[in-house]
């Protein structure tokens, strides 16, 4: 079988971490052929040919249609800056091409409806690159709650926070700018939402209650300008059988790096998670004696796959980075027609769909439903 | 000067705490009359008597209005069921006795705003017995936010969750009727509520969505009931100064014990603490390198007064009977006419009133604004 | 029946913490006469007086005979400086009072063996304040141990470090005098050692390496004086049963308030516990699925007795000072003739006589065993 | 600049986990040749040929030999059982390559002096398989002492526990057999110890007490077999500088599952560690105001180099096998003849040399002196 041949575009850190994805995407899996790094396209052309060597990719270039012209790419990993994702996939897409390209799917909600147009128009494989689901301790949360481990959810709330934005001195950039979307609320509740579809399902209805910690930021030029969206969102939510649901999203919340709690209450039991040890999850199960009731602290192990493919030892520990790996070996099932956990075009439209139900939901100050 | 008259209605948990509480105060403070603990109260003659000679009080009574006519006594410790609580308070402050009831004041608003009517009448000290104010720690939380420790507070995220509601098959009791309240949200909220008035002051928004785990239970006679009333609910608010909150509170979270879990968000830094671990707060705080940004994990300390009147050396932990010792103390500052850290019937009211526009904010679908 | 007579020697924080415990133990307990607080002594007369009046007691004096000599009194709390014990102890105890000392015995194992004989020719209750074994949570791990929940325990490591000696600009002071004992060693050995008696019975075999981090401390007249004992040890045991054991103890440790920590291992799991936590513990059990395997965190619960005589609901916490309220039952217990969890005079004397092992295990550089 | 010709004799875990580092340097860090994966030696000769294909090497063998013989390959991986170590690495650097042999160096210690005198006479790098040090966190800790964070360190604890030999009916394996080595000792012991080197230096004396928790174990075809080695060992150390330690090593701790907790004492501060986890550390600086003193939990993040080759954004973690491609960027950079933190078969065998000295002061019943 003809390896899969791999274009790349865009190479900052989602860039890198496809790159890494797919150059160990057999070695660590072993059940795939080795995919063949070939065309690397980035803007720039000294990055472009550096870049090139240091991923590993055969040829480069510093215009990214070259790439998708390019007859021995199979499949285009589209890592650029959110506003481009849409005419490259939408391109690769129409050129035959599978895509896996990086959330979200586009600044407005008509290009990302044109992006899963045009994926359903090629019968390609349409990926977005949606990792914290394929974290082996969330893969086993989904088989807990597929297994009844603690009954029948009832409650769930979910916090999504860091501090990038928290310092009110931090210059004015385009990420405070109307134009770059809604704040937190773009920036961070996709990932949230990504862990609640996987998990639950979709999410119903929602009311949320956006902050703006800063009104202004200091321009680097001198001045100050007006900050246009909200570093933080609150909201309430309805997801289906009636599980009842808050999200708390904030980038502007100081000492939190890279946190995503959990928190899933039960009939028979509660689990939580924290990204931030993103290799251990907590279970509480209803039953035995008061004297020894307690939430338990599980460590990452073998047992959950496929912990084990990368360490064959309990407690040792994953990376961020691994979850790509995991991911692409999903993709790599999306593309040979396998049943696949990746989360694609309409899945990931229906995310973004619940995203902008969240915005209106806000600036209408009443609960919003979510249609699809 | 004449020692304080102590008068208690009720012998439940939070009558023996009161007991505990009036035993103690002298002992650990040093700074006040010994108080002479006069008369118990208790419908059950036996039970009054034998309470009587384990919480050390001279005199006891089958019939509450002798103790409130007794003219030994200075101050009613009101600790029976909630429906009690406007007739004790409103006719000891009649009597010309200083009142501390515990919380909340009264199931309805209308008999609330009697019992603040009482209060204001009499010119005695009218306090409510909110203890977790009390805790040395979060006394030190106010003076870092009075200090500017974290800069301005612009959010903040509360949760109170227990478990023994968490059983589908508990069988159904009083707490799971509409006259007893709506559930959870006077339960349980109450208490992050003062929390964040004596933080941050009252709260002037809220939309709640209430959450209602099992439609019904046993009855122990066999059958079930519908259960009338929310063992959940999320709240967003807003407090002054622009702060944004969120308030969660959970009676059927599995695995919860006596949690009161306060994320605070400033511009400068963060504070956390969870009641489930009341001897310790985590502070952030902005500025110094990035190789050493944390949380910074604090023991309760004798540097936390009044931590220092129980414990001289640090990490050795208060217990929660030993707030309402605390919180004893500040009565007695209050019947002095001296400052006290105490809730009064005016900021208790003004609480509920918080609960009863969530309430309302819930059967409405919309924000409401707290009155006051 | 007559109540009990109690005197008091001794009015630092020791004393306050057992005057709390007179006056608190009936209030909890119920099943209990409630004591006579009769008589305390201290040196200083404007402090008995002003004590006695805090702590409630009767009568005061500055010579602690004459409150030995009291017909009144029936068991004496002795409270003051460790080499006070010794004559106030058996001076009590020769008057036929009960004795409840505060630990270690005495500086020198020459007076502790005169307090045993003292105590056996009295025939009289003889307690050591060890209040750590009296947590419910210690006492539950006890019941778990026997009831095999982990097996056979074949290691176990404690770990007791605070920090007050840490910094190295400590005035130099009485505990850094050989004439104070060893150091770390006294200071803080025998409280692992009586949860290690508590949970397993004596330690056999010893072999201790102590630290002495700082060679000198300033004086506060200026100039340096060497330190004579050592802030540290650590010590390799052998147990009963083939338990196999390590102690730390460091009152240098940075960052260290109130840390007793334990580790149990078993033949099918582990149990783990700290002080500054000392409203939980940590559980595991093997057997069961890998994908569930963790340590569970029990938080103290009406259900481990007697926290219920506290508090009828889990997760709300003990504090340090009710463990000695919990001890002060188990002194009238052992009053009684009844069976009491309290450490007399006998296992007292086994505990120092294992500190004074360790001494000379140092000294020698050799394994000791420990008689008796 | 001609790349770099690897070679990979063993293809179990740590074969995996060796590939995996050779096929990510280059992309991770951007600044080497991409080095050429060559040849895979493997004795099951099907299993060669299907892992070079995993791995990406061009060529296989079932005959280590020709691996080493083959004039492309520039350094050889070493990732066999222990007995095959000190052939395979003194013939690889006998042949003039370059060396990375996984820990420990081999059984026996003459074994391992050969392979040092081999490593010696070929001028080659030759570099032992410590991943630990490699951690970013771990370094910065080192940089924190460096920079005297926490004053002079007085007193270090390790302790290294996993709960693979916690069953008593595990069955008899190699594991177990004195043949395999002290037990604990040689399994666990190093990867302290190097850790130990890595911030300290070396040990200087030690006494060891070892610990074996089951006498025997079943045999598959029934009936038991004696336990000749320890799943335990517990040592009090001296290093040098004055420093104090323990060092606590067991296979057999229920619920332990890859920890290695360090605990780091100094004159103005601690520092704390656990490997499982490895994404944070502890620190308490001495000085500021007692209200806010406290262990600062700090997540690893960008600005502990190299952890930014790997992501840029904080909080969101390595995994165990990163260390491996930091390592391997260590084991480039001594090939190149550049400073290089890779531990060298010189101190390699330092580290060996102490677990012999811990294992004779355990027949011997005394404190051992370490040489060299």
């Known amino acids: 079988m003809k390896p899969l041949g791999v274009g790349l575009i865009g190479t900052g850190y989602m860039g890198k971490c496809h ?109 977005m690159g949606y990792n914290y689901i394929q974290n082996p301790v969330m893969r086993h949360i989904k088989t807990l709650l597929s297994e009844g481990a603690i009954g029948t959810v009832n409650h769930v709330r979910v916090e999504m926070d860091e501090d990038f934005m928290a310092d009110p001195e931090v210059f004015f950039y385009w990420k405070s700018e109307i134009a770059a979307g809604y704040g937190a609320l773009d920036d961070f509740a996709v990932h949230p939402l990504s862990l609640l579809w996987f998990l639950f399902g979709h999410v119903e209805a929602v009311i949320n209650d956006m902050v703006k910690p800063y009104a202004d930021r200091p321009l680097k030029e001198g001045g100050r300008r007006a900050v246009e969206n909200h570093d933080g969102a609150n909201v309430l939510m309805r997801l289906g059988g009636g599980i009842s649901g808050v999200l708390m999203a904030n980038r502007a919340a100081w000492g939190r790096k890279g946190r995503i709690a959990l928190q899933i209450y039960g009939s028979q039991g509660s689990i939580l998670y924290d990204q931030e040890r993103m290799n251990e999850f907590e279970l509480y199960q209803a039953g035995g004696r008061d004297t020894e009731a307690g939430f338990r602290r599980v460590l990452a192990a073998p047992a959950h796959a496929p912990y084990d493919r990368f360490i064959p030892a309990p407690g040792h520990g994953l990376g961020f980075n691994d979850l790509k790996i995991i991911e692409c070996r999903e993709v790599i099932r999306a593309i040979s027609g396998e049943p696949s956990s990746a989360i694609d075009f309409t899945d990931g439209l229906r995310i973004e769909r619940t995203v902008h139900a969240m915005a209106r939901s806000f600036s209408e100050r009443r609960w919003v439903e979510v249609e699809g």
């Open 19 to 127: 790159a890494l994805a797919w150059n160990a995407v057999k070695t660590v899996f072993g059940d795939v052929e080795r995919p063949r790094l070939v065309h690397l396209a980035e803007a720039n052309p000294d990055l472009a040919r550096s870049r090139a060597s240091e991923f590993g990719f055969e040829k480069w270039t510093a215009d990214w249609h070259e790439l998708i012209a390019d007859p021995e790419i199979d499949v285009v990993s589209v890592t650029t800056p959110n506003q481009f994702h849409a005419p490259m996939a939408i391109a690769a897409l129409e050129a035959g091409k599978h895509v896996w390209c990086e959330k979200p799917m586009a600044p407005t909600f008509a290009d990302a409806e044109r992006m899963l147009a045009a994926a359903k128009a090629s019968g390609k494989a349409a990926i």
